[in-house]
């Protein structure tokens, strides 16, 4: 039968003062009789037992539950950090947040108040998550593949998979080029060939007016006096602009091993085809670029971006993968940038550890943001969209 909402009152104002008085065994009964009459949730019937008699005539003072530790001002510095830190995960932000605040500090850049910095430096992944999540945005685009087959030499190359490398040495590098054809693969158009340390996850990149040989491999051996290693090996995929005998012979006078992918298999390329979309598709786009000033204006950007990319923003590395029953488990190492991974590396020189800190302690961030919006705004203005080429 139901009972009334006044008699529920009468029950439970009868009851309170010995709810209130009752030992922990006592109140599970009282709470158990109180339910079974009532209808209330043990819940509800424990949160009025409990209530002070004169709490009908109090104003309820907030909201119930636990206090809010990262208020608006936090997450306003936070975003700020994340759009520094080029949008990623909240574990890669975790491991990024205090270089970069040390960065911004050191140069003045940005000035942060101590409550906010000492909550930004023990803020958790997961909460950093949850307080980006209404401001993040997806982006899925997918572009036109451009690479053509290369026979020539095929048989002199061997094939390599692309797991082969994963503890190798800082020099084992992958190779790939990422077209700005507008979706449009006729005439000629600028291209990016993106080079990727295995190890280190080190990454360069330089635009080239066009997919000829020559072209890319002066550009490869250009990368190659800016990276704080020699070329130890070379893995490409299957495109005749990196299949051809120049290549070959340059890596065989200088000991360098060089080896390929299988055809259609863009995974035996992981490594660079993951840095194809971190870093040259998410700051350049799809657009198609032309002519030598595009080439030019986005090799300054590279110029920066290398700075960016390699010495403020952590990247997560694979260590290993099991397949057990149906699931596959990954275990990934701490977040680092390349610039850490460098630095912990055996067979990096001393020297060569000192000039790159040295030039850390130099950089920036938020000029080296605003010299990238810059010329991303010239570049803007000599792009063709997606798509308007017929």
């Avoid at 530790?69 to 306003?76: E, I, L, N």
């Avoid at 930004?120 to 998550?129: E, F, G, N, V």
């Avoid at 850490?340 to 800190?357: F, G, N």
Wanted: net charge positive.
């Amino acid at each position: 039968m139901k009972i009334s909402m006044k008699t529920r009152k009468e029950i439970i104002e009868k009851y309170k003062t010995k709810y209130q008085k009752a030992t922990k065994k006592m109140k599970g009964q009282i709470l158990t009789n109180i339910c079974d009459t009532t209808g209330y949730s043990r819940d509800r019937a424990a949160r009025l037992l409990s209530e002070s008699k004169n709490y009908a005539n109090k104003k309820r003072k907030g909201k119930r539950g636990r206090k809010i530790t990262y208020g608006p001002d936090v997450v306003a510095t936070l975003e700020k950090i994340w759009t520094l830190l080029d949008f990623a995960c909240g574990k890669r932000i975790k491991a990024g947040i205090k270089p970069m605040i040390e960065a911004l500090e050191r140069h003045n850049e940005m000035v942060f108040e101590k409550e906010i910095k000492d909550k930004l430096l023990k803020i958790s992944s997961a909460s950093i998550d949850r307080l980006l999540k209404p401001t993040k945005i997806g982006l899925a685009f997918k572009g036109k593949s451009t690479t053509k087959p290369g026979s020539l030499l095929k048989k002199d190359i061997p094939v390599r998979l692309g797991t082969e490398w994963d503890d190798a040495a800082p020099g084992y590098v992958e190779i790939d080029l990422v077209a700005h054809c507008g979706g449009n693969t006729r005439g000629d158009f600028v291209s990016t060939l993106d080079v990727t340390d295995i190890c280190t996850g080190w990454t360069e990149s330089r635009a080239v007016l066009n997919k000829a040989q020559i072209h890319v491999f002066n550009a490869l051996i250009d990368i190659e006096k800016f990276l704080p290693f020699e070329y130890l090996g070379i893995d490409s995929d299957n495109g005749s602009e990196f299949i051809n005998d120049q290549l070959y012979r340059y890596c065989k006078t200088n000991n360098i091993c060089f080896t390929r992918g299988r055809p259609n298999k863009s995974n035996d390329n992981c490594y660079v085809e993951q840095k194809n979309w971190t870093v040259i598709r998410k700051n350049i786009g799809y657009c198609r670029y032309e002519g030598n000033e595009a080439v030019e204006l986005l090799n300054s950007y590279y110029s920066q971006l290398r700075f960016y990319t390699n010495f403020f923003l952590p990247q997560t590395k694979l260590v290993s993968k099991i397949r057990k029953d149906s699931k596959i488990i990954k275990k990934y190492e701490k977040p680092k940038t390349p610039y850490q991974r460098v630095l912990d590396s055996e067979d990096i020189s001393t020297q060569t550890k000192e000039e790159l800190t040295k030039l850390y302690l130099t950089l920036k961030p938020i000029a080296i943001k605003e010299k990238m919006i810059s010329l991303t705004n010239e570049l803007s203005k000599i792009a063709i969209p997606y798509h308007s080429i017929n």
